[in-house]
Structure formats: structure tokens, C-alpha cells
């Protein structure tokens, strides 16, 4: 599967405790992207990278949370000291191009 | 005015019906709203999309129709298949600021019945 993968698919913590999710963009994706989406809502930008350079950061990234793309590659998401709140899914995307980004299937994090 | 307000929250539609869903937005500086559909357990996946300078777009049985003057677009499913049922996201973005922050709407689930 050349697609965009997500690790791991579900993530069952207690509050308070770290996280960290990774993604593998589609290999010559240049521009990868991450994205929150709560129950019944649509994906929320968090931020977004251009090769390794991590070029915008929503406000919703509190300073809990923090992203790397070491070598331009895959993509690690971290959530520290993590709260109820934070339990959601979190997509992670990759392009070629601005505009046509393409999805993993999402890590599923419930915060206990 | 980053909101991108969508309409109906579901939808349940016959199979060979038409499905509509309509989405309008604030930002004049959006220049490109894709259509994304999700299905339980998997994350979006780009179905169609429209820049502002044409007024429809097909692809299949997948039509957007765009109203620039009203800020308004909606999707069209012809022939709605019982396949079809899934959440459907629009959304949009401003490419001419590098298009990575991509706004989207609420969603609308999609029943098409038997």
C-alpha cells in the first residue's frame, strides 16, 4: 500500500500521561499536514511542514503539543501531559502539491 | 470569516435520487473548495474540487456548482447509490497562500436508501 500511514490506529491513554503518533507521508510528498477531528465535526488544521521546515502552526497546538519531521520524511506528533479533551482523532496528510492532499486513516486517541 | 458553514448535518436520499449539499463561506480570498467524502474508520479522501473561476464542474456522477458572487457551492451526487453513503466534508483554502490550511465544513452524513 503506497498510501499515507498512521501509527498506531487507536491510542488509549491516562490523563496525564505522554503520546506520540507517527506518520509516514506518500514517499515523494513534499508537504505534510496535520489535522484534529472531534465527533460529528470536520478535520481541524494543527500544522503543516514543507520538507523538514514546519511552516505554520494553528492555534489549537497549545504548547503541549509538538511536531517534528526530521529529514523531510515521516512525521511524529506529540502530546504531553495529555488532558480529556485531547481525545479525538488525529489525521495526518500529505502532497505534492498545495492542493490535492491525500489522508492516512487517522489515529484514534481516547484520553481516560 | 475562516468559517465554512455546511448544510444539511445528514441527509437521507432514495437510491437513484439526487443528493444536494451546500456549503457558503466569508473568505473572497478561498480560490479552492474541494468536496472530501469519509467513510467510518478512514480518513477523507479528495473527491472533487472547483476553483473560483468556472461555474461547474463534473466528474462522474459528482457535479459542483459555484456561486461566486453569493460565496456559495454545493455538491451534487446524480443517481445517489446505496455506495455513496458516507460523511461529506467541503472545504476551502487560499492557494495563492500556499493552500496548506485548508478550512472545513462540519460534514453531512449520507444515507442513500436501498
Known amino acids: 500500500d503506497t498510501g499515507v500511514s498512521q501509527n498506531p490506529r487507536h491510542k488509549i491513554t491516562k490523563r496525564g500521561q505522554n503520546v506520540t503518533f507517527r506518520c509516514d507521508p506518500i514517499?515523494?510528498?513534499?508537504?505534510l499536514y496535520w489535522y484534529r477531528q472531534t465527533l460529528g465535526q470536520g478535520p481541524e488544521f494543527l500544522t503543516y511542514?514543507?520538507?523538514?521546515?514546519?511552516?505554520?502552526k494553528s492555534r489549537l497546538l497549545s504548547d503541549r503539543f509538538s511536531a517534528e519531521r526530521p529529514k523531510g520524511s515521516f512525521s511524529t506528533l506529540e502530546i504531553q501531559r495529555t488532558e480529556q479533551g485531547d481525545s479525538a482523532m488525529y489525521l495526518c496528510?500529505?502532497?505534492?502539491?498545495?492542493?490535492?492532499?491525500?489522508f492516512g486513516p487517522g489515529t484514534r486517541l481516547t484520553v481516560l | 470569516q475562516q468559517q465554512v458553514k455546511q448544510s444539511p448535518q445528514s441527509l437521507i436520499v432514495q437510491k437513484g435520487g439526487i443528493s444536494i449539499i451546500n456549503c457558503a463561506y466569508e473568505?473572497?480570498?478561498?480560490?479552492?473548495f474541494p468536496w472530501y467524502q469519509q467513510f467510518p474508520g478512514k480518513g477523507p479522501a479528495l473527491l472533487i474540487a472547483?476553483?473560483?473561476?468556472?461555474s461547474e464542474k463534473k466528474e462522474g456522477r459528482f457535479t459542483i456548482s459555484f456561486n461566486k458572487s453569493a460565496k456559495q457551492f454545493s455538491l451534487h451526487i446524480m443517481d445517489s447509490q446505496p455506495g455513496d453513503s458516507a460523511t461529506y466534508f467541503c472545504?476551502?483554502?487560499?492557494?495563492?497562500?500556499?493552500?496548506?490550511?485548508?478550512?472545513f465544513g462540519a460534514g453531512t452524513r449520507l444515507f442513500v436508501k436501498a
Open positions: 496528510a500529505s502532497s505534492v502539491r498545495e492542493n490535492e492532499q491525500f
Open positions: 514517499s515523494e510528498h513534499n508537504r
Open positions: 511542514f514543507q520538507n523538514e521546515a514546519q511552516l505554520e
Open positions: 473568505n473572497t480570498a478561498f480560490d479552492y
Open positions: 472547483i476553483r473560483p473561476d468556472v
Open positions: 472545504a476551502a483554502s487560499s492557494l495563492d497562500t500556499g493552500g496548506f490550511k485548508t478550512i
